[in-house]
């Protein structure tokens, strides 16, 4: 994917590398070698990357990553089944290896499977996949090493998908080549080419990107372009139609924009984001899961100085430095230093200054210029734990310092262990705090924490004090679900293997439909007149209202808590129909606890609390027949995708 500064606007004239040279941080996933250390296994927050001295560019293809040296040289590591890697081989790179033969490089590029080099006099050199013609070099044959591309014109830069490639000439005219399937070449046709065309209909162009199947292009005013597939409104044109000609999108003037798969994140001039497109894991930062046909405004950022994306993640620095990443985060893509999905903006810790960034299906590689980070932070202060409610213990310790990182990454461990239970970013220069869940009551444990600036990790602190876990209220039932759906009675929920809070295991259960039920009930094997249930619940969409938690009876229900259809968390006496809605959604796209308590009779007490604080309490009619029978999910037609686990069900 292309990385440039928004800062300016490209400058189109053929130029000398600026050697600046840098450190690069790697994280996120690491199956193909693709974080460039030689070692298996990803991380969650940022870590020291290749130590190559002289690098001053990176950018990120699918799994590979190239990078750019101070003497022109181009160095290159991660997947190479199709030679994208460039070193004559088929073999995937867990560090770097030289791009031979090349000339003198500028800047480098990249496509899902592909890979470009420019040179000083606007050569463009490719390699890697070419089976859709995305080489340009007039077959379907790929290349392990570069070859010169034939475009007739000095290029100023360019960009590929997954099987095409835009590139900008210096004269601001725009080129394509490759796959076009969709129109993503812009010469109005979907007739696949594998050499250069030039797409008419544009001039003065000073910016290009390209999305997985989408291009884009940024005239010298600001105004932007967009053309090829708009499945999940990847264009921004306010529908899901294709087009085969570049179309000029309704939004304020642009300064540069960079593309996943199917969003789109633009820098405008004023420094503000927008984002649209594919949504469902948060692509677009505006705080919902909502497929976005038209730009929005990603929450909370302004002076945005760079751009870029992964196939599902999205990035932007500001001018202070900070690093701010959302979207998917399965697998730690995001640097957070978690693994939940971030639907709006989160400061990625223990990395500031980020100029240049590659990302892919699930990493990212970021470039900083300057010396490296060689100093970790100080050893956090001695940690306090206090157990102040059933099954939780509340671990606090002073703030540590850093040379560099004002955010730092703080791990927990759990009586010695060598995994820590949890982790939590803080700037925070006075106490900092984390809270471990699950416990069994009457259990005792110690605690100690480290420090990472995203470069180095502190050592760990002091022994906290030993801490007993408080008991609470005897537990009628509960399940996490490693026996799967084993004794529920259960309609269009299944086993999920992949998604499961932050601090359990797999799996979870899952309800994905579309104006149908998705739930399951449960017997508690006696009755009870009052009781208190809770679930760990974590939500992608509801366009219907939808039931999260229920108590029945045999032959009725007693109460439920639901969602509306604007996410806001609500209860509903089954005795009396009576609903009670709070003002507090359920945000998507990461996990929460979700509690209902209710109390059988014409006067019942109901209440609902999210993450440990009650949203609502009520007095209405619950039924008189006692509960004995806990429901997950809602039995009546929903379109509603959610993932439940660790349900408890205790004596209120």
């Not at 990176?58 to 590979?64: D, K, L, Q, T, Y």
């Not at 570069?146 to 100023?156: D, H, L």
């Not at 701010?324 to 893509?333: E, F, I, P, T």
């Not at 149908?516 to 939500?539: E, K, R």
């Amino acid at each position: 994917m292309i990385a440039l500064a928004a800062a300016s606007l490209v400058s189109l004239a053929p130029s000398a590398h600026a050697a600046t040279t840098g450190t690069v941080a790697t994280w996120g996933a690491n199956d193909m070698g693709q974080l460039g250390i030689g070692t298996a296994g990803g991380r969650t927050v940022p870590g020291p990357g290749p130590a190559d001295p002289g690098i001053t560019a990176i950018a990120g293809g699918r799994e590979h990553v190239l990078a750019l040296r101070a003497d022109g040289s181009v160095l290159a590591w991660g997947r190479n089944d199709y030679g994208q890697v460039g070193d004559g081989t088929k073999t995937n790179r867990t560090t770097p290896v030289v791009v031979t033969p090349l000339p003198a490089a500028t800047q480098v590029f990249t496509g899902h499977y592909h890979s470009m080099a420019l040179t000083a006099s606007g050569a463009i050199y490719a390699w890697g996949n070419n089976n859709v013609g995305q080489l340009g070099l007039g077959d379907k044959t790929g290349r392990t090493r570069p070859v010169q591309v034939p475009v007739g014109a000095p290029i100023a830069s360019a960009d590929g998908g997954e099987g095409h490639t835009i590139a900008l000439a210096t004269d601001g005219t725009v080129w394509t080549w490759g796959n076009n399937a969709y129109g993503e070449i812009g010469d109005g046709t979907t007739t696949l080419r594998t050499t250069p065309v030039h797409v008419s209909g544009l001039s003065d162009v000073v910016f290009v990107a390209a999305a997985r199947d989408s291009s884009y292009a940024i005239t010298s005013t600001g105004a932007l372009y967009s053309w090829g597939l708009n499945d999940s409104g990847q264009l921004g044109l306010g529908d899901t139609t294709n087009r085969t000609r570049p179309t000029l999108v309704a939004i304020p003037p642009v300064r540069s924009i960079s593309a996943g798969a199917f969003h789109a994140i633009a820098v405008l001039t004023d420094g503000t984001v927008r984002g649209w497109g594919y949504n469902a894991y948060g692509n677009v930062g505006d705080g919902t899961t909502a497929k976005r046909l038209s730009p929005v405004i990603v929450k909370g950022l302004s002076n945005a100085t760079y751009v870029e994306t992964g196939r599902d993640t999205s990035f932007v620095t500001t001018a202070d430095g900070v690093l701010h990443a959302w979207g998917r985060n399965d697998v730690g893509q995001l640097g957070d230093g978690s693994t939940t999905n971030r639907p709006a903006p989160v400061t990625v810790p223990g990395i500031t200054g980020v100029t240049q960034l590659g990302a892919g299906r699930d990493y990212a590689a970021a470039f900083v210029p300057g010396a490296p980070d060689i100093q970790p932070p100080t050893v956090p202060g001695t940690p306090s734990a206090v157990s102040s409610s059933p099954g939780t213990v509340t671990v606090s310790w002073p703030a540590s310092t850093d040379d560099r990182a004002t955010t730092l990454t703080y791990s927990v461990f759990r009586d010695g262990g060598a995994q820590a239970v949890g982790a939590v970013s803080s700037a925070s220069t006075g106490t900092v705090s984390f809270t471990d869940t699950g416990l069994v009551g009457g259990s005792t444990h110690t605690y100690q924490i480290s420090a990472s600036d995203g470069a180095n990790s502190s050592g760990l602190s002091d022994v906290s004090n030993q801490v007993t876990v408080q008991a609470g209220p005897p537990t009628v039932f509960s399940d996490d679900f490693t026996g799967g759906l084993a004794g529920w009675s259960s309609t269009n929920l299944t086993v999920d293997q992949t998604t499961f809070p932050p601090a359990g295991s797999p799996p979870s259960i899952r309800g994905s439909t579309s104006a149908a039920p998705q739930w399951a009930t449960h017997s508690l094997g006696g009755s009870y007149p009052s009781l208190c249930a809770q679930a760990d619940v974590d939500l992608t969409s509801n366009s219907t209202p939808g039931v999260l938690l229920r108590f029945r009876s045999p032959s009725a229900g007693v109460a439920r808590v639901y969602l509306t259809a604007a996410h806001l968390l609500a209860l509903r006496a089954d005795g009396s129909g009576q609903t009670f809605v709070s003002a507090t959604p359920l945000p998507a796209g990461a996990w929460h606890r979700v509690q209902l308590c209710s109390t059988v009779g014409t006067a019942g007490a109901l209440s609902a609390s999210l993450d440990g604080t009650q949203v609502i309490s009520a007095t209405s009619s619950t039924g008189t027949a006692p509960i004995s029978l806990l429901q997950v999910g809602d039995n009546t037609n929903v379109t509603m995708t959610v993932n439940y686990d660790n349900v408890a069900v205790a004596t209120n």
